[in-house]
């Protein structure tokens, strides 16, 4: 795999995913969509042969059949590529899901996913692959806005890094689900989070640690 940074102003798309239809219909999608597409049916066919300096937007399936997705992730991540991905899990998948955005993800996907969130999610990836200059600044921004959160909603903000359903917050914190979801709309609009995936990213480049609980 070659390795440095990606072109923000290519629409070159790279999926890996374990199902040959899969990858037939994702790749049918986006070049109708005006992105050029190249599909790999595995993590080492992607790793192996890809020019990682020739795509800037790339979707990773997280259970793939030689490595799972947060393995390529990490690979990445160690390469010092700036391509920020999205990675398909299956519902209701949350500590995943915070797994795969610690791992690097720019965005996760739920399967089924609509056409629309998901050109979005990849468009917006694309946006964001950047140079590491880049993500210190957009780090500094991020921690300014956690300075405006109460301390009891710094606290309902770490069990969301930690991987727990709203329902599992409620409960740890001894409130209800709707407080619950009143906080994280407070905290969504402290942070200028207009979707949990961004939250959840503000959330770990303000480096707000995990609940232990």
């Not at 979005?120 to 140079?131: A, F, I, M, N, T």
């Not at 359903?165 to 402290?190: C, M």
Request: glycine share 6%.
């Amino acid at each position: 795999m070659a390795a440095g940074s990606c072109r923000p102003d290519s629409r070159q798309i790279a999926i890996v995913v374990g199902s040959r239809r899969d990858a037939e219909s994702l790749s049918a999608l986006l070049e109708e969509n005006g992105y050029s597409a190249t599909s790999y049916l595995s993590a080492w066919d992607f790793l192996d042969v890809a020019d990682i300096g020739a795509v800037s937007g790339l979707l990773i399936d997280a259970d793939l059949p030689d490595m799972d997705g947060f393995a390529v992730l990490d690979h990445l991540r160690g390469s010092g590529v700036s391509v920020r991905p999205t990675v398909l899990l299956g519902p209701n998948e949350v500590r995943l899901a915070v797994r795969a955005l610690r791992a690097g993800a720019y965005d996760y996907v739920e399967r089924p996913a609509s056409p629309a969130i998901l050109l979005d999610s990849l468009e917006q990836g694309r946006r964001e692959s950047q140079p590491p200059a880049a993500h210190r600044s957009r780090d500094s921004i991020a921690a300014d806005r956690f300075l405006s959160l109460s301390d009891r909603e710094v606290e309902v903000l770490r069990h969301l890094v930690s991987g727990a359903r709203r329902k599992e917050i409620a409960a740890r914190l001894g409130i209800s689900h709707r407080t619950v979801e009143v906080y994280l709309s407070r905290i969504s609009r402290k942070m200028q989070a207009k979707s949990t995936p961004e939250l959840i990213r503000l959330a770990l480049a303000a480096d707000i640690h995990p609940s232990r609980e």
